[in-house]
């Protein structure tokens, strides 16, 4: 079965989340991004959500997961939550 981990950071608006993402991209470090600004109980630690199957986060955070290329940033991710930028640290298909 396949497993993934990943983290991620949310927020509220698009418009923040596409900030925070050309922050991260630009050299900025995604852990301390995701502790000064990620709503998530999380963002303690550094968005990092463990390990997970297919089925146990919301289905568009999901898809997201289980198809993007590990390590890559991806995002605004839209969710009934709010937005997420999401990176898949590893994954096992």
């Given amino acids: 079965m396949a497993r ?3 983290r991620h950071i949310l927020v509220s ?3 923040k989340c596409n900030e925070l993402k050309a922050a991260i991209e ?3 470090d995604f852990a301390q991004i995701a502790k000064e600004n990620s709503s998530c109980p999380s963002s303690r630690d550094g968005g990092n959500l463990g390990s997970f199957g297919p089925g146990q986060m919301v289905r568009e955070f999901d898809q997201v997961v289980f198809s993007a290329p590990v390590g890559e940033v991806q995002g605004p991710v839209k969710t009934q939550f709010g937005y997420h930028l999401v990176e898949v640290t590893s994954r096992q298909d």
């Fill in 4 to 6: 993934a981990t990943a």
């Fill in 13 to 15: 608006s698009e418009a």
């Fill in 26 to 28: 630009g050299g900025a």
